[in-house]
């Protein structure tokens, strides 16, 4: 008999995605000038906006989110004798796909928008905006990849684990700001992120929740680090931009580290009600169980309404360009928000079905021998460069196509893919069942 599902993780992750989009919609300022359709960030022109990132910035909800999922999953797959080689490659295989399907319009749009006459620096600015969010995979990637291993460090120490990558965390910001050493911030990508994954693990096994104490001791020193960081500290209140002095997501910061503490602690506080208001609403848990289903196809392909519908709405003049931030333009965001989602709701079960032929794809294929698991790293050594480049530099840079990381990224996927048949197991080793929660 299957587990519970854990409701209150289904429930998050769909509030957070709908977090992420509001967000995106709501920061993209779109400007036609000169014959030039243009875009930029509203919060550079928005001071009192960098306030609202404290509302917006949910990506430490997926990383959570996820810990949990992959715990519930490894601990499955551990228990029956799975391989580990077996189980990254069905969850990577899981992310992979719909990318590369999400990858290959995007590639294929860059020529056709150039034969239609698109001027280079537009195109390269609408492929960054389709590429921007792709910067999770490549993070998430990498935490499936050390799950096994990370997760056996969280059975044998617990919370000692996710203390110490804090403090390393910590350490690599003083470096960053102390003697300027810029490159080694980019271990902050493992390790802030890797800390809130590690949350989810104890979440899932209940060590985190139980007492449930612990839960406002995350809660609450967080906070009281937040706030030190942001009044006495050098980091921003910006929770999503790169700052002035330095940012808190490129790479992330400690101060990011405890918000998402903070965020961390008051969400399983209210975990329980949270439990009970859908156990009594049935309906309302049926449909946050389907819009789940639907979480990665919309993180995926969210910009692309904004692509649709600008230039039908500005060249044309249809829509007005007020200052960004004057009265007239905020009025304008709720129509904007209302004509993106027009586009996309019904967008996504036409995108769901045109994907579902990718559920049927080979996770894995060919026999199975010691070189597998050196092919599948090989695999995600390729992936993981080539989908953060694509994110910062867009699937057009210079108005051209990025072809140098999408073939890094394809030949990484056949890798990933050509690594062997995975272990067979039962369906339905779901997400978010309650398997090993103590409440």
Do not use: K
Not at 219 to 226: Q, R, S
Request: hydrophobic fraction near 55%; glycine fraction near 10%; aromatic fraction near 8%.
């Amino acid at each position: 008999m299957r587990a519970e599902r854990n409701r209150c993780a289904d429930l998050l992750r769909v509030g957070a995605i709908g977090a992420v989009v509001a967000g995106h919609w709501l920061l993209v300022d779109v400007t036609y000038r000169d014959g030039v359709l243009s875009g930029s960030d509203a919060i550079e022109a928005i001071p009192w906006a960098r306030w609202l990132t404290l509302l917006f910035q949910v990506m430490p909800v997926f990383f959570l989110v996820g810990g949990y999922a992959n715990a519930v999953s490894w601990t499955a797959a551990h228990r029956q004798g799975e391989h580990w080689r077996s189980w990254v490659q069905g969850r990577a295989a899981r992310l992979l796909w719909p990318t590369a399907a999400y990858a290959a319009v995007c590639a294929l749009a860059v020529p056709v928008a150039r034969l239609a006459g698109a001027e280079p620096a537009v195109l390269a600015r609408a492929g960054w905006l389709l590429a921007l969010h792709l910067w999770f995979l490549p993070v998430y990637l990498l935490l499936i990849a050390l799950t096994p291993l990370l997760h056996t460090a969280h059975r044998r120490w617990g919370a000692a684990v996710p203390l110490v990558m804090a403090l390393a965390a910590a350490g690599v910001d003083v470096l960053v700001l102390g003697p300027r050493l810029p490159v080694i911030g980019f271990a902050n990508y493992l390790l802030v992120w890797g800390s809130v994954h590690q949350w989810g693990f104890a979440w899932q096994d209940g060590t985190l929740t139980t007492p449930r104490w612990r839960c406002r001791a995350l809660a609450a020193g967080g906070a009281v680090l937040l706030a030190a960081l942001l009044i006495r500290g050098p980091f921003p209140v910006d929770m999503i931009g790169a700052g002035t002095r330095v940012g808190n997501t490129d790479p992330p910061s400690m101060a990011l580290l405890a918000f998402a503490a903070t965020q961390t602690g008051l969400l399983l506080m209210a975990e329980p009600a949270l439990d009970r208001l859908l156990a009594r609403r049935p309906r309302l848990w049926a449909r946050i169980s389907r819009l789940n289903g639907a979480v990665m196809t919309v993180y995926l392909w969210h910009m692309v309404p904004v692509l649709l519908v600008a230039p039908l709405l500005y060249p044309t003049g249809l829509a007005p360009q007020p200052a960004v931030g004057t009265a007239a333009w905020l009025a304008l965001r709720l129509p904007w928000l209302l004509v993106l989602s027009a586009v996309m709701i019904p967008l996504t079960p036409v995108l769901l079905r045109v994907q579902r032929p990718l559920l049927r794809l080979p996770r894995g294929v060919g026999p199975v021998g010691r070189w597998s698991p050196a092919l599948l790293l090989c695999g995600l050594a390729l992936c993981l460069p080539s989908l953060a480049v694509l994110a910062v530099g867009g699937f057009a840079p210079d108005g051209r196509l990025a072809a140098l990381p999408l073939a890094l990224g394809a030949g990484g996927l056949l890798a990933v893919v050509c690594s062997g048949r995975p272990a067979v197991r039962p369906p339905g080793d779901g997400a978010f069942p309650r398997t090993g929660t103590r409440r």
